[in-house]
T-cell receptor, first 113, second 111 residues
Framework: SAVISQKPSRDICQRGTSLTIQCQVDSQVTMMFWYRQQPGQSLTLIATANQGSEATYESGFVIDKFPISRPNLTFSTLTVSNMSPEDSSIYLC??????????FGPGTRLTVL | GENVEQHPSTLSVQEGDSAVIKCTYSDSASNYFPWYKQELGKRPQLIIDIRSNVGEKKDQRIAVTLNKTAKHFSLHITETQPEDSAVYFCAASGWGQNFVFGPGTRLSVLP
């Protein structure tokens, strides 16, 4: 399985500001994904990020709020823009390695005051 | 789109007993069914998966069964240990389809 790291591991932010989360993989992968996991809840896909193309967003998530970059095959960023307390959550990146198999990063715990 | 249900939402078992978690899915095109274990404060870890061309898969104390006709799949953990305590998520996906996760089952193994 791939080794995946995320930065920051946690942050406390003020309402109205933005935070960019980084995801780094130790090998080249085609498919990267960003998920949100609210406290005590399941995982909800925000968007799929493929290198060289625009991210594909799931229903309920928009590019203006969650802009994503995928500059190469080992790196992606997710920005949470104009944050409100409702954005407090854990944000996880994952990568597809093998056929369909997804492996997750350690997550970024975001608290918005 | 795909919808995945998972039962029970919480499960308590005595150490050494077996635990079974069941998921149902709605999209007959789904063909890949992974199970993830998430310990408190940790990332989800893939523990076992099954594809639609097999009915059962086993890895030591854990096994997964799939019934395509009924559209359900189950995780079986035998000889449970305290370190099995975690939240377990099932998911379903197919060719060109993203993962849809179930709501999770909190398993507690009591010593």
């Amino acid at each position: 399985s791939a080794v995946i790291s995320q930065k920051p591991s946690r942050d406390i932010c003020q309402r109205g500001t933005s935070l960019t989360i980084q995801c780094q993989v130790d090998s080249q992968v085609t498919m990267m994904f960003w998920y949100r996991q609210q406290p005590g809840q399941s995982l909800t896909l925000i968007a799929t990020a493929n290198q060289g193309s625009e991210a594909t967003y799931e229903s309920g998530f928009v590019i203006d709020k969650f802009p994503i970059s995928r500059p190469n095959l080992t790196f992606s960023t997710l920005t949470v823009s104009n944050m409100s307390p409702e954005d407090s959550s854990i944000y996880l990146c994952s990568v597809e390695a093998g056929i369909n198999e997804q492996f997750f990063g350690p997550g970024t715990r975001l608290t918005v005051l | 789109g795909e919808n995945v249900e998972q039962h029970p939402s919480t499960l308590s078992v005595q150490e050494g007993d077996s635990a079974v978690i069941k998921c149902t899915y709605s999209d007959s095109a789904s063909n890949y069914f992974p199970w993830y274990k998430q310990e408190l404060g940790k990332r989800p870890q893939l523990i076992i998966d099954i594809r639609s061309n097999v009915g059962e898969k086993k890895d030591q104390r854990i096994a997964v069964t799939l019934n395509k006709t009924a559209k359900h799949f189950s995780l079986h953990i035998t000889e449970t240990q305290p370190e099995d305590s975690a939240v377990y998520f099932c998911a379903a996906s197919g060719w060109g389809q993203n993962f849809v996760f179930g709501p999770g089952t909190r398993l507690s193994v009591l010593p």
